[in-house]
């Protein structure tokens, strides 16, 4: 049974930067793919950014060029690099560990909050 747990959030000014860490036990997260969602108040969860297995990535349009996605197979983690953060950002942020529909692990999120 896998287990994820995102750490790193927190308040930061607009422009500010964040990196978020899931860490995941309990599975080869080396074969998942991986990836990172978030809610805002209020809204449907909604994914971020994908890393494969062979590390290719995606990003939703409105992060691209200021979020990074990145994962160290060996201390099985993956991070999400956010610079130039914008108080649409806000939302809570999880992490999810994906194979197929029986092996599909998320965290319990952890809260961004973008705010002079």
């Known amino acids: 049974q896998g287990q994820l747990e995102e750490s790193g959030g927190g308040l930061v000014p607009p422009g500010g930067s964040l990196t978020l860490t899931c860490s995941i036990s309990?599975?080869?997260?080396?074969?998942?793919?991986l990836g990172w969602y978030r809610q805002a108040p209020g809204e449907q969860r909604e994914p971020v950014a994908h890393?494969?297995?062979?590390?290719?990535?995606n990003y939703t349009d409105s992060v691209k060029g200021r979020f990074t996605i990145s994962k160290d197979d060996y201390k099985m983690t993956v991070s999400l690099q956010m610079d130039s953060l914008k108080p649409e950002d806000t939302g809570v942020y999880y992490c999810?560990?994906?194979?197929?529909?029986?092996?599909?692990?998320w965290g319990q999120g952890t809260q961004v909050v973008v705010s002079s």
């Open positions: 999810r560990a994906y194979w197929s529909s029986l092996a599909d692990y």
């Open positions: 309990g599975i080869r997260s080396n074969i998942f793919l």
């Open positions: 890393i494969t297995r062979d590390r290719k990535t």
